[in-house]
């Protein structure tokens, strides 16, 4: 009888050790597990009231209160975690005359891009986050800028470097970004 009740014990032991050893090796990283939430999260449509342009962010990122902004025309979008950061912006500014070649030009060497594209009535730039002429290590910024007379509609995403082949989603959102719905 005890080596009956002593292999049963052995048994549930074994068995409870074996499920445990195969729920930690499910586990994903918090990369992972942000990624897929990214994949499939709503996304929220926010229409700026002053300038009536539209961007999308996903339904979990947290807008920035309307008595924090300094400006007309600007939203701030953040997601933190003990993991990351992640800020997307979007801002209303005066071209001051400048084409589209010379702004970019001018931007880029502003924000440090290290890559850049132009279209017909936008340009695009990318390249690591700096602040108050600081870079910050282990971000980077994707921007895109739409020129619409003499004003720049600016959508930006600063991402942590090392999650951005999870942010594929957010970056084709800012890549396909009309300021207006086109009918």
């Not at 961007?55 to 209160?65: G, K, L, M, T």
């Not at 910050?136 to 910024?141: A, L, N, Q, T, V």
Request: charged residues 25%; contains cysteine; proline residues 2%.
């Amino acid at each position: 009888m005890r080596k009956a009740v002593f292999i049963f014990i052995t048994f549930i032991l074994v068995a409870v050790n074996i499920d445990w050893i195969h729920s930690c090796a499910d586990l994903k990283s918090h990369k992972e597990v942000f990624g897929r939430y990214l994949a499939y999260a709503d996304m929220y449509e926010y229409r700026d009231k002053d300038y009536d342009y539209i961007v999308r962010v996903p339904s979990f990122f947290n807008a920035q209160s309307d008595s924090l902004q300094e400006e007309k025309g600007r939203m701030r979008f953040e997601y933190g975690d003990q993991w990351i950061t992640l800020v997307i912006e979007s801002h209303v500014m005066n071209n001051n005359g400048m084409s589209i070649q010379a702004g970019k030009d001018s931007l880029a060497q502003v924000l440090h891009a290290t890559d850049s594209t132009m279209g017909k009535d936008y340009f695009m730039l990318s390249g690591p986050q700096y602040e108050n002429g600081s870079r910050i290590e282990g971000y980077s910024y994707y921007t895109k800028v739409v020129a619409n007379h003499k004003l720049w509609f600016v959508y930006t995403m600063i991402y942590p470097d090392d999650y951005k082949d999870v942010l594929t989603r957010l970056f084709k959102e800012i890549d396909d970004w009309q300021v207006w719905e086109r009918l």
